[in-house]
């Protein structure tokens, strides 16, 4: 297998303690197995020699499905207890901390969250959509496989403490429409297996027409007996067959997708179907909630994509069954650079609630920018409103896979530092996300000081500098339509898709206050005053919510126009010097890496030229107001 | 098959003349059976009544491979006499005659250009290119087939005059790469065979780099004695292997294809070394003016697309062998919906021409707006530059075919009249092409004199009404980038392909006068100084050659912007008028065909709708100037 092992390759250290040279203790589960492996595998790759006695780690394994695991010392050295799937996460915690050089403390941990998964949107012909890493590992020409790579994956994800993967695009086609019939049990049950052994349960992304399509049903109708009937009786089959099922992933009247509304049924009768399918078998049901127009008329100005989710949703609080989670993309719309933070995630008082970000970078670059998600992620998860905070209402956390068949499985190297600070921060939404992209670094390049000072610095300035040269103070879009790579403002303007800035030669936005579609309402009165007034909404996403003349005086006295050309200036700038601080690491980065992130820095500089100067010739254009500062801007 | 007959599904008439009844001679070649077997069948289905002696058609074969045809009136009947092609050509012209009722008169005809053909954009996976009919009948699954359209489609262009088939794609790609080397001579022969029946030579597109990807050689040098050889070598077996080619067309150094130019030779040098190979065969080289460089930076403002065609070529008029004809496009750009006359067709003096008009209608509404092209081609031949008339200047007419394996060949219905019209024009470019289009509609529709009013009123607005909904006085472009159907107003404004309008809140359009890149130069002093003087340009040719403000006064007082908001409420209300009228034939056409056209009215009315309203918006924000009638635009 042609595979990089990112963070988990570990290098000789010289400061080991003397128990790492031996391992013991009595595990029987697999998980409890794949723990000792790795802790013996890994002390060997710190550079510990073996030992037939000595100081030792001792494992003991706890029963149950517990995920906690504690370390404690005792007096013949330390001991790592658990149950198998504490174990699992104890010995890569265990391992992280002496692979960063710190000394393990005897403490205890649990995850935050029972369930923290990757989504893939990978289809059953081996693409990816929205994938910017090479081909599926799960699928090939058709069929579901279990490779040499799904292991390894398994490996990746428990080290950094998630335990849930979705296989499939949640837009079901082709023959990921079979995954459910029986037609692929042997398969899905090894995939199941080899994700199992590291404590990640196997999910599937299903078609809510499926009794009707594949069961040759005249309905798919939620309330149809007959229907129901089809469910169950497919759920008792798919979870004997595949034992480590978690349950199914649903886009329902989504983007064409086929839901409950074509039977005039709620979002929630739809959904608690499924779960009564799934509840016997302990199976619960991610019911998204990315519910709109997506043919609206771009002359029809009432209509706001940004409220769509909450209006369909928030009336159902109270009615899901208690094994659905409605799975919210972490903003109103899709997962631009810069949103509000979902009101879903906020307002919803009785109901359970999973967020999803996207590590695949869609909007943000695609991997062939540098966009490090970890502060975006946590401002997410920090975020308070009126009903608390989001992090402690959240019953999951979930994201779109950024992975793929590359050797470096996300295209990008420095975007495996994404998928390590998501996983980090699902199992303990209060570390600081800074915290995680340094260990990423050392993790993953060693202990060189400018090193690890050059690559978190790019990291943690990243998304700042990628909104800066491409969409402005949180408007959103302005993206190649069908590509969503590289600049065109008005690419959007009069198209299907909700997503509009309608500027003209004096003015741009959509106004969402009270005085516009309202949408500032959706988060309750305090916050809403707050987002609802251009005073008092937060600069960055002044766009978002407000609709302003160019001449608008930001708060440090600038033009609104003014702050838009030197954002983008700045922007440029900055991926420019990022791209050069990346060359000075030649010879202290390791040739072959070296050489891909440069390639990357190269296209992005690129791309952030093409994007600075489109959008503010395109504004130029528009205005025909200079740069104040004389800077080119082209006619 | 299941393919309409077109214009040559002819109906019983009251008025056929006694010798219809009975048609003798003797024929000897392939086509002269073709004519006497078309004259018998087109008798019958005429309504005569075959007749065993009594009056009668005769037709005398004369050696030769002329195409010319005489009717004479001899003491016995009338008297068809020529070579066996021109009998062809003259069963088919009488057999028009008497189909439109019209009483056939003695005379002789012959066509005014040797070679009159139709390129084809299809690929050997059976795809086309800008193709807007369904698949291709010349290609199924990577291989050349000879199937049932092949004989019916030569019929249909001799019927109308055309000589001339070029099956493949200007874009060489896949199989078609080896149509060249031998692997599909046998297809190709069948092929060549069918198409000669009825006087249809057959060529091919071929690439550049044959002798580097499918000859094992390290070059294409042109020079290079070795190249020289393989294409000599390659000619002499196809040629012998395919007796019914006409030569090849070549798309050299254009949107990245191969050519000279990649081994510093000029276009003279590339195309004579071809011309070379297939001159001892009788065959010819068509190669294709259209280099440009399609990599321009938007910001470049120097670079003009428009100027490249002539740029290039001009300077190496008189360097072409005699067996090379130049094949320049009608405009200099890109078959716009309005374009000057390409500088090419009125400048060269030492060097034979061909035109090519585009029947697919990639950006005049691909075949699912009605846009009746003959005004347009007949403008282009009527057009007289410093050099003379171009029509009298041209070798040789050329068309991008609109036809595919959709049962009315040409996707709607009434596109069949560009492939009429075109092939008429081909013949006698003096004829009315308006009288053509009223033939094409009686031919089709039989002689209700409703029918023939409305649609040929439809068809000769159309292009004037598609041109009034869609892109504004020769502007160009404005359409959706990757498809070219629809609005984009700014959709290549950021792009690279050296196609911008440059519209600020100010002024719109690119200054092509010599204040601005010269291209009107181009023409001559003469006609230079009426296109580079905004005030003798004409109008619906003003912003392809100059850069002008919104309140620029038109010659009837209209400011230009007002001129441009009228005419898209005006071209679309034309639109909706134009599909009333086509409804108030129900009943009067067959009602199979009848719905086929609906369909397509409804949705040429849907986009002329968003045309108007997304080109008016766009206008309306970059300038916020009201309709002075008040008309509805969107913020």
């Given at each position: ?19 790492t040279?031996?391992?013991?203790g009595?595990?029987?589960?697999p998980?409890?197995k794949a ?11 710190l ?60 403490g ?64 079901v ?11 692929y ?9 080899a ?15 499926a009794?009707l ?9 939620p ?51 499924l779960?009564?399918a799934?509840k ?8 998204r909630?990315f ?44 997962f ?5 933070v ?17 590590l ?10 540098v ?6 992620m946590?401002e997410?998860?920090?975020f ?6 989001v992090?402690?209402r ?32 699902c199992?303990?939404?209060d ?27 790019i ?19 302005m ?13 959007f303007?009069?198209d ?31 916050l ?9 909404c ?14 608008y ?9 003014q702050?838009i ?21 030649e ?40 740069d ?8």
């Open positions: 297998m042609n595979a990089s092992p990112l963070w988990l390759d570990f290098r000789p250290r010289p400061d080991l303690p003397l128990w040279r031996r391992v013991t009595e595990v029987t589960s998980q409890g723990a000792l492996r790795e802790l013996r595998q890994g002390f060997a790759a550079g510990a020699e073996a030992a037939g006695d000595g100081p030792c780690l001792r494992l003991r394994e706890e029963p149950g499905e517990g995920e906690g695991w504690r370390l404690s010392a005792e007096k013949d050295g330390p001991v790592l207890s658990g149950p198998g799937r504490g174990l699992v996460y104890g010995a890569f915690a265990l391992l992280r901390k002496l692979a960063l050089g710190e000394a393990p403390v005897p205890e941990e649990a995850p935050r969250y029972p369930l923290r998964m990757l989504d893939h949107w990978d289809n059953a012909d081996g693409s990816i959509e929205r994938g910017y890493a090479g081909n599926s590992f799960f699928f090939r020409e058709g069929r579901p496989v279990c490779g040499g790579r799904t292991r390894e994956y398994a490996r990746l994800l428990a080290s950094v403490g998630l335990n849930g993967c979705c296989l499939n695009n949640v837009n086609t082709g023959e990921a429409l079979y995954l459910l019939t029986g037609k049990d042997g398969e899905l049950r090894a995939i199941g297996e994700l199992a052994e590291y404590g990640v349960s196997l999910w599937l992304s299903v078609s809510f027409a009794p399509e594949q069961g040759g049903l005249p309905t798919a109708d309330l149809d007996p007959a229907v129901r009937r089809w469910w169950r009786e497919t759920c008792d089959r798919l979870f004997r067959a595949v034992p480590d099922l978690g349950g199914f992933l649903v886009k329902a009247d989504s983007e064409g997708r086929p839901g409950p509304q074509s039977y005039g049924r709620t979002q929630a009768e739809g959904a608690n179907m779960a009564e799934v016997p078998h302990g199976g619960r049901i991610l019911w909630c519910v709109y127009d997506c043919t609206q008329d771009w002359r029809d100005l009432k209509t706001d994509r940004a409220r769509a989710q909450y209006d369909t949703f928030a009336p159902l609080d109270g009615q899901f069954a208690d094994n659905v989670l409605l799975q919210a993309k972490n903003g109103p719309v899709d631009q650079v810069r949103e509000p979902s009101p879903l995630l906020v307002r919803l008082e009785h109901t359970k609630s999973i967020v999803e970000f996207q695949a970078q869609e909007y943000t670059g695609q991997q062939k920018h966009c490090w998600l970890g502060a975006a946590k997410v998860l920090d308070t409103g009126p009903a608390g905070t992090k402690d959240l019953s999951a956390v979930c994201a779109v896979s950024n992975t793929g068949d590359d050797f470096n499985w996300t295209g990008h190297d420095l975007a495996a530092a994404n998928l390590y600070t998501f996983g980090r921060l199992w303990d939404p570390l600081d996300a800074e915290v995680t992209a340094r260990e990423w670094t050392r993790l993953t390049y060693g202990p060189d000081p400018l090193v690890e000072a050059t690559v978190t610095d990291l943690l300035r990243s998304r700042e500098v990628y909104e800066q040269y491409t969409v402005p103070l949180g408007i959103g879009w993206c190649d339509p069908p590509t969503h790579y590289g600049p065109s403002p008005e690419g303007e009069y299907r898709w909700g997503t509009y800035h309608r500027a003209t030669c004096r003015e741009i936005g959509v106004e969402r206050g009270p005085a516009g579609t309202g949408y500032s309402e959706q988060y309750g009165p305090a809403g005053a707050v987002y609802g007034n251009m005073d008092t937060p600069e960055e996403l002044l766009l978002f919510f407000h609709r302003l003349p160019y001449d005086r930001m708060r440090d006295g600038r033009t609104l126009l702050r050309y030197d954002d983008h200036f700045e922007g440029c700038a900055a991926a420019e010097a990022m791209a050069k601080a990346w060359d000075a690491l010879g202290r980065v390791r040739s072959d890496a070296f050489r891909r992130v440069q390639v990357r820095f190269r296209e992005q500089v690129r791309s952030a030229r093409e994007w600075r100067d489109v959008v503010n010739s395109w504004l130029y254009r528009l205005t025909l107001i200079p104040e500062k004389g800077r080119k801007l082209y006619l």
